[in-house]
């Protein structure tokens, strides 16, 4: 099916107003910032919240891509460590490296999904890539998945995962299905995305508790819109397993919850389980 996508935004009034009736950048404030000359095509947009023993390895992996260039912005959502000043520093360090580089910190917690907004609202760049802090890529991770979102008509592409830390496991990524996300998530947040499309779907849903899978409201929410998603076989992330991810911290203890709300949301998406 073609993808009807909005028309692309062209400047940061109009990403706020796309996604909320208030000015997304008053949430924060500009902790770091440095351009460069040239223009990139895709931002990594990375949120931190309390992950300063884990931010340096995640922009590492971000510094080391292949791709030559690049924009990256940390959200900081109220941390309560020191993630925010070592994400800068760690950039300061990589003077050079980006096209555009800043570190924002929330005046207070907004949670994930608002994060994920506030990036898209200080960038500009037509693709997007959400990486959580706790997580990494691959060098050709980015080259790779751009390459194929340009060459397909897909709103978003996604990799295949490998699982560390505590756990040493191949994801469950695989070809785009909207049927199957009937069942459960399939998908991780590791995607890149066109930016129009982002926009077109309201952005990043806060769900009623904040306990996660507002990458699964996001799926579910472009399969209603007639968008499809592409699978790269291949695998080029890295998401870290750990005993304070909010994957166990909090999405895990509430499954039922969260299932229920999704089934409020998308009645369309899930007829067979609310007949």
């Known amino acids: 099916m073609d993808i009807a996508l909005c028309p692309p935004v062209t400047n940061d009034a109009s990403t706020s107003a796309t996604l909320r009736l208030f000015p997304v950048r008053e949430l924060g ?12 095509k895709v931002a990594v947009v990375i949120p931190l919240y309390n992950y300063e023993t884990m931010i340096a390895e995640c922009l590492d992996s971000v510094a080391a891509q292949d791709l030559p260039q690049l ?6 959502d109220a941390s309560t460590d020191a993630g925010g000043e070592k994400a800068a520093s ?7 490296r980006f096209v555009s580089a800043r570190v924002v910190r929330h005046r207070r917690n907004q949670g994930l999904s608002m994060a994920r907004n506030s990036g898209m609202t200080w960038t500009r760049e037509p693709y997007l890539f959400m990486l959580d802090a706790d997580n ?12 194929a979102i340009e060459i397909s008509e897909a709103a978003f592409v996604y990799p295949q995962l490998r ?6 496991a191949i994801g469950i990524a695989d070809v785009w299905d909207p049927a199957r996300l009937r069942d459960g998530n399939y998908i991780d947040a590791m995607a890149l995305l066109r930016r129009d499309a982002l926009l077109a779907a309201g952005g990043y849903a806060t769900l009623a508790n904040d306990y996660g899978w507002e990458d699964y409201d996001l799926w579910l929410r472009f399969a209603e819109l007639g968008y499809r998603g592409l699978f790269v076989p291949e695998i080029l992330a890295e998401y870290r397993v750990h005993k304070s991810s909010m994957l166990r911290v909090k999405t895990n203890n509430y499954t039922k919850i969260l299932m229920a709300e999704l089934v409020m949301r998308h009645p369309s998406m899930f007829l067979d389980k609310i007949r």
């Not at 404030?29 to 990139?40: D, H, K, L, R, T």
């Not at 760690?90 to 050079?96: N, V």
Request: glycine share 6%; hydrophobic share 35%; net charge negative.
């Open 163 to 168: 699982m560390f830390g505590e756990v040493d």
């Open 90 to 96: 760690i950039l300061q360090r990589c003077d050079g």
């Open 71 to 76: 924009s990256v912005i940390v959200i900081d």
């Open 136 to 147: 990494r890529i691959r060098r050709s991770c980015l080259t790779k998945l751009l390459e």
């Open 29 to 40: 404030v500009v902790q770091y910032e440095n351009e460069q000359p040239g223009e990139a």
